[in-house]
């Protein structure tokens, strides 16, 4: 494995990455996790800070940060993005620069309102590296996207990286009928970035990739002409339907899960930027009162029974009984698990192939020194 033109990377979105790059990181999670279920340890970044901010809530990627900075001897620290001076009106270049010199890796989710979180990561990038760069500080402070507006690029690869395994191989999923779905949820307006990251990603690798959801559910436009650009490129394929059942027939996978609706996930940009709390909580009424119109749009054994035996994915949390039905759920918990246990790899791979020299030959060496630990 040769990660040598991964070395200072940030991973801001998928799209940035060419597809033989993100193959050389999924194997160096690969290895990694080979490496950590063998009980090889991988103490790369011993001393640094892996440090973490978050303005949504999280459960997995979270603990994949932290369990991924533990695995490679690093400290994670990981702070809720809204008691930081952000919310003072720091900017985001101002926050990249403090927290660049004072960490040696930085993890972000920003996703709530289109238009703000991807933009905020780039911001805080160019503030590490102006810092940096200022003071001749040769350290490298990769920026990793734990969920934006845009993309939730370690999702989609760990999603990937489950369904490779599931498969059977590296080049397994090429071929491969994968439906990625709306489904319906009474919880709250879920941000756009996991089916826009599944969608980008999974036709890369020569998926077949129907992408299923009610009239008015559109992605944004970015990541779906990503999505056409990567199925014409790897022999995959794309296509739109609005009949969940129609996105289920033949499918070797499916990715039934709820997102909010364009228009009105569109109309809280500028709430949300008056800080107008009256007009943000009536367009999440509104949102809810959408979604309901489609209580049909639920992964059930009758919708799986139109598959070709496929592998259920979520993200995590599903909404049980309203994304999925609890039977459902209760046959796919272990997989679901295993799919989300995949992040944690993922991360560790994105810290290491951007922080360590020559990552591959360490890597190399280890499994050498390991012997027989395969
Ligand atoms: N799938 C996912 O990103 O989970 P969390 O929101 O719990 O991190």
């Known amino acids: 494995m040769d990660t040598d033109a991964l070395f200072g990377r940030s991973l801001l979105t998928t799209h940035e ?49 932290a369990g991924a900075a533990a695995r ?31 960490a040696h890796a930085l993890g972000v989710r920003h996703d709530l309102i289109l238009g703000e979180g991807n933009a905020f990561m780039r911001d805080v990038l160019r503030g590490i590296s102006d810092y940096l760069a200022a003071t001749d500080d040769e350290r490298v402070v990769p920026v990793v996207n734990l969920q934006c507006d845009i993309d939730h690029p370690t999702q989609s690869l760990a999603d990937l990286l489950w369904l490779r395994e599931h498969f059977g191989g590296p080049d397994a999923v090429a071929g491969k009928r994968i439906a990625m779905s709306w ?15 599944v969608v980008s990603l999974l036709t890369r690798f020569g998926a077949h990739v129907t992408l299923a959801h009610p009239e008015g559910y559109d992605l944004l436009p970015e990541p779906m002409a990503w999505a056409a650009e990567g199925a014409a490129a790897s022999g995959g394929s794309f296509r739109v339907t609005h009949d969940m059942d129609d996105a289920f027939v033949g499918a070797d996978a499916v990715y039934p899960k709820s997102w909010g609706p364009l228009a009105l996930m569109t109309e809280r940009v500028a709430a949300n930027m008056a800080g107008d709390k009256a007009a943000m909580a009536d367009i999440e009424r509104r949102a809810l009162a959408t979604n ?58 994105m810290l290491a192939v951007a922080k360590v020299p020559h990552l591959g030959q360490q890597l190399a060496e280890l499994a050498d020194r390991a012997g027989g630990a395969r």
């Open 292 to 349: 309901a119109a489609h209580r049909d749009w639920i992964c059930d054994e009758r919708r799986l029974g139109l598959t070709n035996d496929a592998m259920y994915l979520h993200c995590l949390p599903a909404d049980i009984g309203a994304e999925v039905t609890p039977g459902v759920m209760d046959r796919f918990k272990v997989a679901v698990a295993r799919e989300a246990n995949k992040k944690v790899y993922v991360i560790m791979a």
């Open 72 to 102: 490679l001897g690093m400290q994670p620290v990981i702070v809720d993005g809204s008691s930081t001076q952000v919310s003072h009106g720091e900017t985001a270049e101002e926050t990249g620069a403090m927290l660049g010199m004072n």
């Open 183 to 197: 489904a319906y949820s009474p919880s709250y307006a879920k941000p756009l970035s996991v089916p826009q990251g």
């Open 17 to 65: 990455w060419s597809t033989a790059d993100l193959s050389t990181l999924l194997a160096v999670a690969a290895e990694l996790e080979r490496l950590d279920r063998v009980g090889v340890r991988t103490p790369f970044l011993q001393h640094e800070l892996a440090y973490a901010m978050f303005f949504d809530n999280s459960t997995r990627t979270k603990s994949a940060w």
